[in-house]
């Protein structure tokens, strides 16, 4: 095995990782707004219960659509689109925290939308 091939594993190995690490991240959210939000320590679920369930789908979507196209090899590409409304998320969701005072919360949404990114490059490079 050549380093080049080495490299190109190594590399679709970590790309993998971030994928996983998204969908269990977001379908775990998804579960969580629709079925269980009165467990979440979130003040604005409270203020919003439409929203909550409303983000609670999207995020069960991103959570499926971030792995199952590129998985089952069935219009992969959808898994870059994915990445790509998963950074729009990320984004809309920063300025909904910072518009409620909370921008200290933002921390975690620019590090799966850094996450999103990669995935949207590493697999834009792949199938674009």
């Known amino acids: 095995m050549t380093t080049e091939q080495k490299t190109s594993k190594t590399f679709y190995i970590i790309l993998w990782a971030a994928q996983v690490l998204l ?16 467990d979440l320590p979130f003040p604005w679920i409270k203020d919003n219960p ?27 590409k959808l898994t870059v689109l994915t990445a790509y409304g998963i950074i729009a998320l990320m984004i809309t969701a920063s300025i909904f925290h910072i518009s409620r005072g ?15 990114i990669f995935i949207a490059w590493g697999r834009q490079k792949k199938y674009g």
């Open 23 to 38: 969908a269990l991240t977001f379908i775990w959210a998804g579960f969580m707004k629709i079925f269980k939000p009165e």
């Open 102 to 116: 909370e921008a200290k919360d933002i921390g975690f949404n620019i590090f799966i939308l850094l996450i999103a």
């Open 50 to 76: 439409n929203l909550v369930l409303i983000t609670g789908i999207v995020d069960l979507l991103a959570g499926l659509g971030i792995v199952l196209p590129a998985l089952l090899r069935v219009q992969p």
